[in-house]
């Protein structure tokens, strides 16, 4: 799977919106851009998921770049419950490749 | 819908003892993945499995580790003689099917070795 790179840390105040961004250099033409967030002492969760269009769903929006080297991940309005690590990951589905491989995430801290 | 569980949540063993941590997936899912987060790291694949078939155990340890998942009952991670380095928390996710977009996650089991 090819690499992504996140900031280690973010900060956002409660209710503001929040972009996570995601660095994907060396992504492929098949890699789908995925996102996940493991809240404290939980396990981690299904955010979003793209391949070259925007993405919209309820818990957030995906935005990926025209050459798809980059990728950030949009918390419209941030509440404190939105305070997790966030792993942006590339899986190429079409050679069955199942596995999902955490980098080190974006730990995201939410300021009352 | 029953999301996937894991039992135990917290498991004591002291080095030398046998850890079986188990797994039960979404209802209707054939699909279940293991992986392991040591303390302070980041979540490491260690196997997937197909009903009563490993898939893929690229992730898993050489020794002491094995992973089932019957026609009938949880997946099952076995860890024989375990060490303090095996202390951590094991996660298990299940999915519908292959190639899925989604893995669903349990609440994971913290194993310490004392």
């Known amino acids: 799977d090819a690499k992504t790179t996140q900031p280690n840390s973010m900060e956002s105040n409660e209710e503001e919106p929040v972009h996570l961004p995601c660095n994907h250099s060396?992504?492929?033409?098949?890699?789908?851009i995925h996102w996940y967030r493991q809240l404290p002492s939980q396990g981690p969760e299904y955010v979003i998921h793209?391949?070259?269009s925007n993405v919209n769903n309820r818990m957030a929006s995906l935005a990926i770049a025209e050459d798809r080297k980059s990728s950030t991940l949009i918390l419209h309005r941030a509440t404190l419950r939105d305070a997790a690590v966030y792993y942006c990951?590339?899986?190429?589905?079409?050679?069955?490749?199942?596995?999902?491989?955490f980098g080190t995430g974006t730990r995201l801290t939410i300021i009352p | 819908n029953a999301g996937v569980m894991q039992n135990p949540r917290h498991l004591v063993r002291r080095r030398g003892q046998e850890a079986r941590l188990r797994c039960s997936p979404m209802?209707?899912?054939?699909?279940v993945y293991w992986y392991r987060q040591l303390p302070e790291e980041g979540l490491k694949f260690m196997v997937y499995?197909?009903?009563?078939?490993?898939?893929?155990e690229s992730g898993m340890p050489k020794e002491r580790f094995s992973a089932e998942f019957p026609k009938e009952g949880p997946s099952i991670l076995r860890i024989q003689q375990v060490v303090r380095g095996d202390s951590a928390a094991y996660f298990c996710?299940?999915?519908?099917?292959?190639?899925?977009?989604?893995?669903?996650f349990g609440p994971g089991t913290r194993l310490t070795v004392t």
């Open positions: 996710a299940s999915s519908l099917k292959p190639g899925s977009y989604e893995q669903y």
């Open positions: 060396t992504i492929s033409g098949t890699d789908y």
């Open positions: 793209g391949l070259t």
């Open positions: 990951i590339l899986r190429d589905v079409n050679f069955g490749n199942e596995k999902l491989t």
């Open positions: 209802k209707g899912h054939s699909h």
């Open positions: 499995l197909q009903k009563e078939n490993i898939i893929d």
